[in-house]
């Protein structure tokens, strides 16, 4: 399984906010290191932080830690920790902040020397806005990394992963997708499932159950790599 994961970076970014990025990231994570590998979690922005004694925390970043296991320090894993649950752009703005896309990359090759695989989430959607004139899919594309799409599976679910997908080829490498189903009695879910197949442009790695544990998840997640050559 190690040969599907060499040392390097995926990145796992979602149809829109909520879609399941860090329930399947933590995932990823958690296999990771049953097979072996020294793993860590890598959440560049987060917005909608709680406020502590240490300071703003992300509850996506702290899922990350937990499911690593790495030790890393909590400023290593989300540079960038903001209070609005809005856009990053606007909560850093709110702050008096400024996102660098040099501290993310300079943060992220701090876990990449001391780690075999980094699994970095991204916040909110594909082209979620970091800046005036900065997209996170862009500052992703140019680390050359490949990407994770997750797709909730509802209503209106074929326009936004299409749209994605599209945004993300346009860019960098769609390693894969995994459909994360909410709702198991969307009506016509077969039909939909066969559509994001034949025009995604990229394997399906997983189809969520509904309700499933993490560590069902996990267990899942591999198989099918497994199998066959390296999609990374």
Same mark, same amino acid.
């Given at each position: ?18 879609? #399941? ?11 990771l290191r049953q097979d072996g590998l020294k793993v860590c979690g890598y959440k560049p922005v987060a917005s909608g932080c709680l406020e502590t ?28 920790a903001f209070g609005p649950a809005i856009a990053p752009h606007l909560a850093a703005a709110e702050q008096g902040q400024v996102i660098s896309p ?19 989430? #991204?916040?909110? #959607? ?107």
């Amino acid at each position: 399984m190690t040969a599907a994961f060499p040392a390097q970076t995926l990145f796992v970014t979602g149809t829109d906010t909520d879609a #399941g990025k860090t329930y399947v990231a933590s995932a990823l994570l958690r296999r990771l290191r049953q097979d072996g590998l020294k793993v860590c979690g890598y959440k560049p922005v987060a917005s909608g932080c709680l406020e502590t004694p240490d300071g703003w925390r992300s509850e996506d970043a702290l899922a990350l830690i937990a499911a690593s296991g790495s030790g890393a320090a909590y400023d290593e894993v989300n540079p960038y920790a903001f209070g609005p649950a809005i856009a990053p752009h606007l909560a850093a703005a709110e702050q008096g902040q400024v996102i660098s896309p040099a501290r993310l990359t300079e943060a992220h090759a701090r876990l990449a020397a001391s780690h075999s695989v980094v699994i970095a989430e #991204g916040a909110g #959607g594909w082209l979620t806005p970091l800046g005036p004139a900065l997209f996170l899919g862009d500052w992703v594309a140019a680390q050359g990394w490949p990407v994770l799409l997750v797709v909730e599976l509802r209503l209106g679910c074929l326009n936004h992963a299409l749209l994605s997908a599209e945004a993300i080829q346009r860019r960098t490498r769609l390693a894969g997708w995994v459909g994360n189903l909410r709702d198991p009695d969307l009506p016509r879910l077969q039909g939909n499932l066969e559509t994001l197949e034949k025009h995604l442009g990229a394997p399906l790695w997983l189809q969520q159950r509904a309700g499933e544990a993490p560590a069902g998840l996990a267990s899942r997640l591999f198989p099918a790599l497994e199998a066959g050559p390296s999609l990374l």
